[in-house]
């Protein structure tokens, strides 16, 4: 983890302009294209269920999970994780990803999607999604979709278009 004087704080509203800082450095403004940002067009994130990462009064992380469908379907969008570059590789996005997770199972979701690096995210327990089960809209390098079940035979059956939830 990290020596740094951290909280993991579930995000408030009053948050978003600093999160919304945080993605336009992190990922530039080619985002709004990539497949993930189009399924969370229009959708808020699970409030509950989304982290920010404070060292003192700075906010330099942050998590969400938003609520997709994949076929019929119900799950959740892990995304996007950011932490600002000055505060990288010290356990900041680890932790905003545990407090994401442990909170998705206590809440009763089964299933989190997410497109990523496989290496990264398979140390929390995402694993490839099979080929050809998921489809996303817009173009999507299929070894970067991952999931993550939250219980037992949550991926069974699951599969079809990745849509929003609303």
């Given at each position: 983890?990290?020596?740094?004087?951290?909280?993991?704080?579930?995000?408030?509203?009053?948050?978003?302009?600093?999160?919304?800082?945080?993605?336009?450095?992190?990922?530039?403004?080619?985002?709004?294209?990539?497949?993930?940002?189009?399924?969370?067009?229009?959708?808020?994130?699970?409030?509950?269920?989304s982290?920010?990462?404070?060292?003192?009064?700075?906010?330099?992380?942050?998590?969400?999970?938003?609520?997709?469908?994949?076929?019929?379907?119900?799950?959740?969008?892990?995304?996007?994780?950011?932490?600002?570059?000055?505060?990288?590789?010290?356990?900041?996005?680890?932790?905003?990803?545990?407090?994401?997770?442990?909170?998705?199972?206590?809440?009763?979701?089964?299933?989190?999607?997410?497109?990523?690096?496989?290496?990264?995210?398979?140390?929390?327990?995402?694993?490839?999604v099979?080929?050809?089960?998921?489809?996303l809209?817009?173009p999507?390098?299929?070894?970067?979709?991952?999931?993550?079940?939250?219980?037992?035979?949550?991926?069974?059956?699951?599969?079809?278009?990745?849509?929003?939830?609303?």
């Amino acid at each position: 983890m990290t020596s740094l004087p951290l909280a993991i704080l579930h995000e408030q509203p009053g948050d978003d302009p600093a999160v919304d800082y945080l993605h336009e450095r992190a990922f530039g403004p080619g985002r709004f294209a990539r497949s993930a940002y189009r399924l969370r067009e229009g959708v808020p994130p699970a409030g509950d269920l989304s982290y920010v990462a404070r060292v003192g009064t700075f906010l330099v992380g942050s998590n969400r999970l938003t609520p997709i469908r994949i076929g019929p379907s119900p799950a959740l969008l892990l995304g996007p994780l950011v932490v600002d570059p000055a505060f990288r590789s010290k356990g900041i996005g680890q932790a905003l990803l545990n407090a994401s997770l442990e909170a998705a199972e206590k809440a009763g979701h089964r299933l989190v999607m997410l497109v990523g690096d496989e290496p990264y995210y398979a140390r929390v327990g995402f694993e490839r999604v099979p080929t050809g089960r998921v489809t996303l809209p817009g173009p999507v390098d299929p070894r970067r979709v991952l999931w993550r079940p939250l219980v037992d035979g949550a991926t069974e059956g699951v599969a079809g278009e990745a849509r929003r939830a609303i």
